[in-house]
């Protein structure tokens, strides 16, 4: 595909499609809270690119990421996890 928005928007949803309704329960749960803690891994929907992250502590520079598209490691099932990190375009932990 030459569009590389596109192919992140069908990756996105690829990945959405993967969670069970419990995940999503935990995943909009997840969205209230104000950030994650130091050190929990996430994906941020909105920059796939990016692959696995890790929180940063709130005092570090740059540290936020909006909730509203973050699906963070704790919300889901561990085969859940290993599934949607197969299908990002780049694994490594940031």
């Given at each position: 595909?030459?569009?590389?928005?596109?192919?992140?928007?069908?990756t996105r949803?690829?990945?959405l499609?993967?969670l069970?309704?419990?995940?999503?329960a935990?995943v909009?749960?997840?969205?209230t809270?104000a950030?994650?803690?130091?050190?929990?891994e996430?994906i941020d929907?909105?920059r796939?690119?990016?692959?696995v992250?890790?929180?940063?502590p709130?005092?570090?520079?740059?540290s936020?990421?909006?909730?509203?598209?973050v699906?963070?490691?704790?919300?889901l099932?561990?085969?859940t996890?290993?599934?949607?990190?197969?299908?990002?375009?780049h694994?490594?932990?940031h």
């Amino acid at each position: 595909m030459k569009n590389p928005a596109a192919a992140e928007l069908i990756t996105r949803e690829s990945i959405l499609k993967l969670l069970s309704d419990a995940e999503v329960a935990h995943v909009c749960t997840a969205e209230t809270q104000a950030q994650l803690a130091p050190g929990e891994e996430f994906i941020d929907l909105k920059r796939l690119s990016r692959g696995v992250r890790k929180a940063r502590p709130p005092e570090a520079a740059l540290s936020t990421v909006a909730m509203a598209r973050v699906l963070p490691r704790s919300a889901l099932e561990p085969a859940t996890w290993t599934k949607i990190v197969a299908q990002l375009p780049h694994h490594a932990v940031h």
